[in-house]
C-alpha cells in the first residue's frame, strides 16, 4: 500500500496484521482519486472506518487542508497515527478512536468530502450514510464517497442530497452523493 500521487507519492504505509481491516485495493483507489480528483484543494475530510488511513492520507497527500480520521479500534486507531507520523501529516490530522454513529452524532464540524468505507454487508453503510444526512454535517457542494459490494444498492437520500453515479470494479461499487442547494439554517 503506497500513496498514489501528491506531497507523500511513494510512501510505503503501514499495514494491518489479520483481516479485521480489509484496505481499499490499488486499482479501486485510483480508480476513486480521479474521479474527485478536483474536489481536495483546500478541503477538509473525513475518513469514516479509516482502517489504516490509506484514503484520508492520499487526501491530505493531493491538496486537502485537513483529515479527521474515524475508526472505533484502538489497533486500526494506532496504525492510522502511524501512517501519519510516515507521511508527516501530524499537523493536518486528527484522530478519534471512536464508533463512526457515535462520532456523527456528536460531531459539530463540516467537512468537503465523507469516505465511508464500513465493513461489507454489515449495514452501516446504510445507517452511517442516514445520520450523515439527517445530522447535515456536509458543506455546500461536499461529496461522499460510498465503498460497497458491488451488489448494494443506494437508499433514497434526502434533499439537499442527491445520488451520483455509480463506478464498479469487480465485486467493488464507488457512489457517489452530493449536497447541494445551500446550507440548512
Known amino acids: 500500500m503506497r500513496i498514489i500521487s501528491g506531497l507523500a507519492r511513494g510512501r510505503k504505509l503501514k499495514e ?18 480521479n474521479i474527485i480528483q478536483f474536489e481536495l484543494e483546500g478541503r477538509r ?6 482502517g489504516t488511513g490509506q484514503l484520508g492520507l492520499e487526501a491530505l497527500s493531493r491538496g486537502a487542508e485537513h483529515c479527521t480520521f474515524v475508526d472505533q479500534r484502538r489497533e486500526a486507531a494506532a496504525l ?9 501529516f501530524e499537523s493536518q490530522s486528527r484522530v478519534a478512536q471512536e464508533e463512526a454513529l457515535s462520532f456523527l452524532a456528536c460531531c459539530r464540524e463540516r467537512f468537503d468530502v465523507v469516505f465511508l468505507d464500513p465493513p461489507y454487508q454489515s449495514g452501516l453503510l446504510e445507517r452511517t450514510l442516514e445520520q450523515l444526512t439527517r445530522f447535515d454535517i456536509l458543506r455546500e457542494h461536499g461529496i461522499i464517497v460510498c465503498e460497497s459490494g ?4 443506494l437508499p433514497p437520500v434526502p434533499s439537499p442530497y442527491e445520488a451520483g453515479r455509480e463506478y464498479r470494479y469487480g465485486q467493488i461499487k464507488l457512489t457517489i452523493c452530493r449536497r447541494s442547494g445551500s446550507v440548512r439554517g
Open 150 to 153: 458491488a451488489d448494494w444498492t
Open 80 to 88: 492510522v497515527r502511524e501512517n501519519i507520523a510516515l507521511c508527516r
Open 16 to 33: 494491518p496484521q489479520g483481516l479485521d481491516t480489509r484496505p481499499t485495493t490499488g486499482k479501486v483507489k485510483e480508480s476513486l482519486f
Open 45 to 50: 475530510v473525513l475518513d469514516l472506518f479509516a
